[in-house]
């Protein structure tokens, strides 16, 4: 019963610190009408207020004996309160739900298991491994699944590309199928259908998007601006969801802080992007390509399995029907690395979930005075609870491409302020709170305004209109307390034009700066991490597809240069950053000492 009103009362949170600002706003205008010098002192007592207040902190990371001190401010209980419910139980169910509908997709296809038991047995088996495991269940779980995964994904691919030599070349071959398969699909296009139907294939002609392309057909205005100029020009910098936190998050940093030094750290990010981005997608791609010859349609894939739930079958549901293509042992390793991935995402949230819901809500609120014992027992039981919220969720949702709009919405315009935070002394709490407002409003205000707008440009009006809204508040709204920049800046020694005040005031000069911040070696190391990336990917695309078309070897062995040429450079400056960051270190060190 207390969630449930938790869950219904969200709204008076709001409210109630409207009420408050209102309140506080008519007293504080009579005084300085009255008392004109009343104005400085209030100038600081907000900033005072501000960091009285639980917003850049957890309530749980002050110490007990003073947490009656920060209790005082007013704000406390709503900023605590929506901390807790926006991060610890929204976001985290949302994510929990989209992949939950995946596991109900994949099991309904594979063994005409209906929603319901594919989340009872997904369930029973994350929410007791969480309630015992930890973090260091989530590490070890990710380690085991990549692997596996990755194993099961390749032999789908290869096992889809035997599938289509025999289909279309009588001679169950994998070479040949790839073959054959670039050379079928080279020629066809994707057609945007007549009115709100669904795109439809057609031989090319220059009027659709090509099928194996690269790059956008520029024509359609609305599909380059979805699948390229978006995610290459705004995207990157403006969207922010768990798993993709542009100026660095709490996904990142969970596995970061976990690792023995900085030097691992690093290496494993590295790693993580060079595995996730370039080695994962291609076997999913081709896995899907061969689907487009198998699986021409939805109806298709209905007849091949017509104890399949009709209600789940989507596009969405072509990648699971080619596993019906693997030999009985890549089955039990598919599946296996299925439940591997699916753990590895639930468990995470599951633990991050409950870490908010316990340490700043519950214990925060309702029991104040209990036994470690018992908010132990509380967080397993708040683990179940996220994942039923999670599991009804997830029955509400129809596709893979609908969740992810949504969670693209929801978090449009507020990448830039997370990055601008280490370059800026204006950033404050306010703006990323400002933010979140402005991207949760607006992810519900701009579709309703612009019906029958495509989600591309709804996502720019709500990054440009978020983005407004955080930077007048960096402008017009409350600073961060000068002593505690001045702080920042001796201890992180910022580099750029957006720290030069509180430089000067902090006494840092350049030449310190440039000693401790090789801000000009981590942006070379940063844009040869991107190339890396892209020429790599890209050079295995073109590499697999030159067999069926052999214009693209040149495209393939130049790109294959590019990412040689990137890579030393990369692998240089993370030498040197990691040198710097050594002998930064010791210097620290030294000064400790002295």
């Given at each position: 019963p207390q969630w449930g009103w938790i869950v219904v009362l969200t709204p008076a949170l709001v409210l109630l610190m409207a009420a408050l600002g209102l309140g506080a706003g008519i007293v504080v205008s009579s005084l300085t009408t009255k008392y004109r010098d009343f104005t400085f002192l209030i100038a600081f007592g907000v900033q005072l207020m501000m960091y009285a207040t639980p917003i850049i902190y957890p309530m749980s990371s002050i110490p007990e004996k003073w947490r009656w001190l920060i209790q005082l401010n007013p704000m406390t209980a709503p900023v605590e309160t929506f901390r807790a419910i926006y991060l610890g139980l929204f976001f985290n169910c949302f994510i929990m739900g989209t992949v939950t509908l995946a596991a109900c997709k994949i099991a309904n296809i594979l063994f005409g298991m209906p929603a319901w038991q594919t989340i009872l047995v997904t369930g029973v088996l994350n929410v007791a491994f969480a309630a015992h495991s930890g973090l260091w269940g989530v590490l070890v779980i990710d380690m085991i699944q990549f692997f596996i995964k990755m194993t099961a994904v390749f032999a789908a691919a290869w096992f889809s590309l035997v599938e289509v030599g025999r289909r279309l070349g009588g001679d169950a071959s994998g070479w040949l199928g790839l073959k054959l398969l670039v050379g079928k699909l080279s020629t066809l296009q994707v057609v945007q259908g007549v009115g709100n139907a669904q795109p439809v294939m057609s031989p090319s002609d220059g009027s659709g998007q090509p099928i194996l392309d690269m790059l956008p057909n520029f024509g359609m205005s609305e599909l380059a601006l979805m699948i390229f100029i978006l995610p290459i020009g705004i995207s990157w910098w403006a969207n922010w969801y768990p798993g993709a936190e542009p100026g660095g998050g709490s996904y990142i940093a969970q596995r970061m802080l976990a690792s023995k030094s900085e030097k691992d750290a690093l290496g494993g990010t590295l790693f993580f992007n060079i595995a996730h981005y370039v080695l994962r997608p291609w076997p999913w791609i081709i896995t899907a390509l061969c689907s487009i010859?198998?699986?021409?349609?939805?109806?298709?894939?209905?007849?091949?399995?017509?104890?399949?739930?009709?209600?789940?079958?989507?596009?969405?549901?072509?990648?699971?029907?080619?596993?019906?293509f693997?030999?009985?042992?890549?089955?039990?390793?598919?599946?296996?690395?299925?439940l591997a991935a699916n753990s590895s995402t639930i468990l995470t949230h599951l633990n991050w979930g409950s870490s908010y819901l316990i340490h700043d809500f519950y214990r925060r609120f309702i029991r104040k005075d209990a036994s470690e014992t018992h908010y132990v027992n509380?967080?397993?039981?708040?683990?179940?609870?996220?994942?039923?919220?999670?599991?009804?969720?997830?029955?509400?949702?129809?596709?893979?491409?609908?969740?992810?709009?949504?969670?693209?919405?929801?978090?449009?315009?507020t990448g830039l302020l997370y990055m601008a935070r280490w370059f800026w002394w204006r950033v404050s709490a306010w703006c990323e709170i400002v933010a979140m407002a402005a991207s949760l409003i607006?992810?519900?205000?701009v579709p309703q305004?612009?019906?029958?707008?495509?989600?591309?440009?709804?996502?720019?009006?709500?990054?440009?209109?978020?983005?407004?809204?955080?930077?007048?508040?960096?402008?017009?709204?409350?600073?961060?307390?000068?002593?505690?920049?001045?702080?920042?800046?001796?201890?992180?020694?910022?580099?750029?034009?957006?720290?030069?005040?509180?430089?000067?005031?902090?006494?840092?000069?350049?030449?310190?700066?440039?000693?401790?911040?090789?801000?000009?070696?981590?942006?070379?190391?940063?844009?040869?991490?991107?190339?890396?990336?892209?020429?790599?990917?890209?050079?295995?695309?073109?590499?697999?597809?030159?067999?069926g078309d052999p214009s693209r070897w040149p495209a393939a062995w130049m790109l294959l240069g590019v990412f040689v040429v990137s890579g030393v450079v990369l692998l240089r400056v993370t030498k040197q950053l990691w040198a710097d960051s050594t002998a930064s270190q010791a210097r620290a060190d030294a000064r400790a000492a002295a």
């Open positions: 010859i198998v699986y021409p349609d939805l109806a298709s894939i209905q007849s091949a399995f017509p104890n399949a739930d009709a209600s789940l079958i989507g596009h969405d549901s072509a990648f699971p029907a080619m596993l019906k693997l030999p009985v042992g890549f089955v039990g390793l598919m599946i296996g690395g299925l509380a967080g397993r039981v708040a683990t179940i609870f996220l994942y039923v919220v999670a599991a009804l969720l997830s029955l509400g949702m129809t596709s893979a491409q609908q969740a992810f709009q949504v969670l693209l919405s929801i978090g449009a315009g607006t992810a519900v205000a305004l612009m019906p029958g707008v495509g989600f591309a440009t709804v996502t720019i009006v709500q990054v440009g209109i978020t983005t407004v809204a955080w930077l007048l508040t960096a402008f017009i709204g409350p600073t961060t307390d000068r002593a505690t920049l001045i702080s920042f800046v001796q201890k992180v020694k910022p580099a750029g034009p957006g720290w030069t005040d509180i430089r000067a005031a902090a006494g840092i000069s350049d030449g310190e700066v440039a000693q401790e911040n090789r801000i000009g070696a981590a942006f070379t190391g940063w844009i040869a991490g991107c190339i890396v990336i892209w020429s790599s990917l890209f050079a295995i695309g073109n590499f697999l597809y030159a067999p």
